[in-house]
C-alpha cells in the first residue's frame, strides 16, 4: 500500500465580523442544555456519593 502524506498549511483566516460574532452567539446559546446536562449529571453522583459517605461516615448511636 502506498503512503499517502498530505499536508494542510494554514496561513490565514477570512471570516466576516458579523458571522463570527453570530456563530459565537449559536455556541453561547448551545453551552446552556449541556450545562445543565452537566448540572444533572454532577447532582446525580453528589447525591450517590454523598448518601454513601454519609452511610459510612454516621457515629454510632448512643446507648
Known sequence: MEKCDNRVIVSGL?????DLVWFMVKL???S????????LIFA???MIFGGFFHMIAMPPPLP
Open 14 to 18: 477570512d471570516i466576516p465580523f458579523w
Open 28 to 30: 453561547a446559546l448551545a
Open 32 to 39: 446552556i442544555p449541556a450545562l445543565f446536562i452537566i448540572y
Open 44 to 46: 446525580f453522583l453528589g
